[in-house]
C-alpha cells in the first residue's frame, strides 16, 4: 500500500463515518451546580453510537474531540510544512502498522478531554515537555519550531471546521492549544 493510501486506510478506521458535530447543552447531571465545561459544550458525557466501533457507545464530547484529533493527524501528514516532524508515524503507517496512529490518538484525544473538563478519561502519556524532546521521545525528530507551532495550530482547526465546530469553539481550542506554546516549543 503506498502512503498516500494507507493514510486513506487510516483516517477511514479512525473516522469511520464522519459525524458532524453539534453544540450541546448537556451538563454533568450528577452535579447540577456544576459549571458548564467546554467538554460539556462539544457534547458532554451524553452517550451516542461509536461510528468507528458498531456495537458500542462513546461520550459525545469525547467523539468530537477523537474526530477533530484524527482528522486533524491527517491533514497535519498531508502538511510538508511541519509533517517532517512525524517521520516515524509516516514511516509506520506506510508500512500498513496502525499502531502508533492509534496511540497518537488516543493520547491526543484523552489529553484534549481532560483539558476541556472531561471526568470520565486520564491522560496518560508522556507530559508535553518529554513528548516534544527528541531526547525523551523517539518519535519526535526535533525540537518544534514557533512557526510549526503555529502552523500546526492552523491545522487543528482546520480539521475543527471541517467537522463542524462553531467559530466560537475553535477559538477556544486555539486559545487551549496557545496556552501550552511555551512548553512545547523547545528552540
Ligand atoms: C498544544 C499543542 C500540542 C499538543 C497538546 C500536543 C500533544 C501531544 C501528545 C499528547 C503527544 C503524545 C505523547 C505520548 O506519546 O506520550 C504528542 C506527540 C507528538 N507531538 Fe505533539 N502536541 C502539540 C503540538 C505539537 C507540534 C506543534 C508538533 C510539531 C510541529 C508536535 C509534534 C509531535 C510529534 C512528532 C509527536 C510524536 C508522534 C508519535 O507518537 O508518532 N506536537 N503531542
Redesign the pocket.
Known amino acids: 500500500m503506498n502512503l498516500k493510501r494507507s493514510l486513506v486506510f487510516a483516517a477511514f478506521i479512525a473516522l469511520g463515518a464522519v459525524p458532524i458535530l453539534t453544540a450541546s447543552c448537556h451538563k454533568d447531571h450528577s452535579n447540577p451546580t456544576a459549571p458548564m465545561t467546554f467538554y460539556d459544550t462539544l457534547g458532554g458525557t451524553a452517550m451516542v453510537n461509536d461510528p468507528a466501533h458498531p456495537g458500542t457507545m462513546i461520550e459525545k464530547g469525547r467523539l468530537g474531540l477523537r474526530t477533530v484529533v484524527d482528522s486533524a493527524i491527517f491533514i ?1 501528514a498531508g502538511d510538508t510544512a ?1 509533517n517532517g ?2 517521520t ?2 509516516l514511516s509506520e503507517v506506510g508500512q500498513g502498522n496502525l499502531s ?1 496512529f492509534q ?2 490518538s488516543k ?2 484525544t484523552d ?2 478531554c481532560v ?1 476541556t473538563g472531561a471526568k470520565d478519561f486520564a ?1 496518560t ?2 507530559n ?1 515537555t ?3 524532546n527528541p531526547s525523551a ?1 523517539a ?3 526535533m525540537k ?1 519550531a514557533g512557526d ?2 503555529d ?3 492552523v491545522d487543528v482547526a482546520a480539521s475543527a471546521k471541517k467537522n463542524g465546530l462553531t467559530d466560537a469553539m475553535i477559538s477556544r481550542v486555539g486559545a ?3 496556552s ?2 511555551t512548553t ?2 523547545q528552540r
Open positions: 497535519i511541519i516532524y512525524f516515524v508515524l502508533g496511540a497518537l493520547n491526543l489529553f484534549l483539558a491522560y502519556g508522556k508535553m518529554d513528548a516534544h521521545n518519535r519526535i525528530n518544534v510549526d507551532f502552523e500546526f495550530v487551549l492549544l496557545n501550552l506554546k512545547v516549543v
